[in-house]
């Protein structure tokens, strides 16, 4: 029972340093997903496509499904958690982490130059 506590405990704590999406920090808030989640080694869904599973499976092909569903519902789970109802789009219960992820960057457009100018005055 202990170790579950502690466990939750950790969990909670790595959740805790990834912010809010708020559609001005979404570099960070990625940047930070992206390293919670390697951190809890939970990003397997985003790193490999997704098993099939055959009637002529073997037990091994099983596990690996089960730790791919299992990486995808906790990476949906943890993102959803930090995005707000709006970002989250109508067809959240069928995608996969890796769609949904790419997804919700298609909403925020990169903006280099203004973050370049931005930098530049601060330096000046």
């Known amino acids: 029972m202990e170790a579950a506590n ?11 340093h990834i912010p809010v999406l708020n559609g001005t920090n979404f570099k960070e808030w990625k940047e930070n997903i992206m390293l919670v989640l390697g951190y809890m080694d939970l990003d397997l869904a985003l ?7 055959t009637a002529t499976s073997l037990v091994e092909n099983k ?14 789970m943890i993102i959803k958690c930090g ?3 709006a970002f989250r789009g109508a067809n959240e219960q069928s995608i996969n982490a890796k769609d949904f992820l790419a997804e919700i960057e298609q909403r925020f457009p990169k903006n280099d130059k203004a973050k370049t100018s931005t930098f530049l005055q601060k330096m000046i």
């Open 83 to 85: 995005v707000p109802e």
């Open 47 to 53: 790193r490999i496509e997704q098993p099939i599973l």
């Open 63 to 76: 596990r690996d499904v089960e730790k791919w569903d299992r990486s995808n519902r906790m990476i949906l």
């Open 6 to 16: 502690a466990n939750c405990g950790i969990i909670s704590s790595n959740l805790n």
